[in-house]
């Protein structure tokens, strides 16, 4: 497993065991996705900090709406708070801004101690985080409209030494995305330029078998 930041600065990170709230993953993720507006919010939020006026403005609701959905999403520990500034796009006001939850860079050997509660916890913020963007891109149509779309997955049967080629594979091609994005915001600050933001997901994960869930009933 291998995270991340969703959003700087860096100072806000925080330690895999602290600053976690006990929301159920499913339910956080589930309650975000059922609610359009919420969805947009979170995807926002992710890539950026923003207020509750700004997302507003970006989605043509109305302030309080967002700020609705805004404090939902901080309630289930979605998003967090960064800071509050006076004045602005609302009149001298206070606003508020938040970012999605920061997720820390977590190592081999982190992950490896890491207790299953904590490791489930931090999986559901990744998945809630590429779920977000990608149903929040479908509804926008910028998945149809994208010439250079690349969706794809594949069942991979392995022995051992196929876990460890996939794995090597996933880390490499997680480093080379690091390196892109490290020279396009290089070039793009040079050029005083902002530049579109696109989203890249890799994952390797062991399929579901049903009758292994923990949570399974037992057979009448």
Request: charged share 30%.
């Amino acid at each position: 497993m291998r995270t991340n930041q969703p959003s700087e600065p860096a100072s806000a990170k925080e330690g895999f065991a602290e600053g976690w709230r006990a929301a159920v993953v499913e339910l956080a993720i589930s309650y975000a996705v059922n609610h359009p507006i919420r969805l947009d919010c979170l995807a926002t939020l992710i890539v950026r900090i923003a207020s509750a006026s700004e997302i507003a403005k970006e989605l043509g609701i109305s302030t309080s709406a967002a700020a609705h959905h805004i404090a939902e999403l901080h309630k289930d520990g979605v998003i967090e708070y960064v800071k509050t500034e006076v004045g602005g796009s609302r009149r001298g006001a206070s606003e508020h801004f938040y970012r999605a939850t920061a997720l820390p860079e977590v190592t081999e050997k982190d992950w490896l101690v890491m207790p299953r509660d904590g490791r489930r916890q931090m999986a559901g913020r990744v998945l809630q985080a590429i779920v977000a963007q990608s149903l929040a891109a479908l509804r926008c149509q910028t998945m149809e409209s994208d010439d250079r779309l690349h969706l794809g997955w594949q069942a991979i049967e392995v022995d051992e030494e196929g876990e460890d080629e996939v794995a090597g594979l996933l880390e490499e091609t997680s480093e080379r995305f690091k390196q892109v994005k490290a020279r396009n915001l290089a070039r793009l600050k040079a050029k005083g330029e902002e530049g579109k933001v696109r989203i890249v997901a890799t994952m390797g994960f062991y399929r579901a078998d049903p009758g292994e869930w923990p949570g399974r009933p037992e057979p009448l």
